[in-house]
Antibody, heavy 122, light 107 residues
Framework: QVQLQESGPGLVKPSETLSLTCSVS????????WSWIRQPAGKGLEWIGR???????KYNASLKSRVTMSVDTSKNQFSLRLKSVTAADTAVYYC????????????????WGSGTTVTVSS | SYELTQPPSVSVSPGQTASITCSGD??????ACWYQQKPGQSPVLLIF???QRPSGIPERFSGSNSENTATLTISGTQAMDEADYYC??????????FGGGTKLTVL
């Protein structure tokens, strides 16, 4: 049974870079899209982007200029970097798996991490 | 950019049927899925590919997608179904997107 676990700093200063890692256990990082989603306190879910091994990431247009995602197959991990953060980036960040076999437009996230809270504050 | 619209709230009596809608332009040209999120928990996939249930999801949850509206139906609603529900789809231009979420109250 695949499990995901987010890790990274819980506090980031304004204008700095938010870096999170999602560790995949119980399964291979191959054969799936890997995604990041965030949720500000009391608000809805916001899709950040997805990535597949050896493909360029697809990102939310509103965040595209600041987001980079990557996959490390040797560590069975994938990562999110969000630069130039502001207080508006304060949220719970989730990583999630989407089956690649379903196809690029049949996109759904069937396994989620427990989420990690990131606060942007000086 | 493409958008998905959900009602902010829906109320239902225990044992009755709840319907939560998700609207988008020609939504039935895309695949819709649904998530349930309870307070302090991660979202859980309820429906994928418009009407498919993952293993372990109760049969009382069903989905459909026609023209501009996808619908999540909960038959015989239970108190434990009180939660936030989100629809989600993929748009070739926009990418992944979620509806704004619907708070289901069972009273």
């Amino acid at each position: 049974q695949v499990q995901l676990q987010e890790s990274g700093p819980g506090l980031v200063k304004p204008s700095e870079t938010l870096s999170l890692t999602c560790s995949v256990s119980g399964g291979s990082i191959s054969g799936n899209y890997w995604s990041w989603i965030r949720q500000p306190a009391g608000k809805g879910l916001e899709w950040i982007g997805r990535i597949y091994i050896n493909e360029r990431g697809k990102y939310n247009a509103s965040l595209k200029s600041r987001v980079t995602m990557s996959v490390d197959t040797s560590k069975n991990q994938f990562s999110l970097r969000l630069k130039s953060v502001t207080a508006a980036d304060t949220a719970v960040y989730y990583c999630a798996r989407a089956p690649y076999i379903a196809g690029p437009t049949n996109y759904y996230m069937d396994v989620w991490g427990s989420g990690t809270t990131v606060t942007v504050s000086s | 950019s493409y958008e998905l619209t959900q009602p902010p709230s829906v109320s239902v009596s225990p044992g009755q049927t709840a319907s939560i809608t998700c609207s988008g332009d020609k939504l039935d040209d895309k695949y819709a899925c649904w998530y349930q999120q309870k307070p302090g928990q991660s979202p859980v996939l309820l429906i994928f590919q418009d009407d498919q249930r993952p293993s372990g999801i109760p049969e009382r949850f069903s989905g459909s997608n026609s023209e501009n509206t996808a619908t999540l139906t909960i038959s015989g609603t239970q108190a434990m179904d009180e939660a936030d529900y989100y629809c989600q789809a993929w748009d070739i231009t926009t990418g992944g997107l979620f509806g704004g979420g619907t708070k289901l109250t069972v009273l």
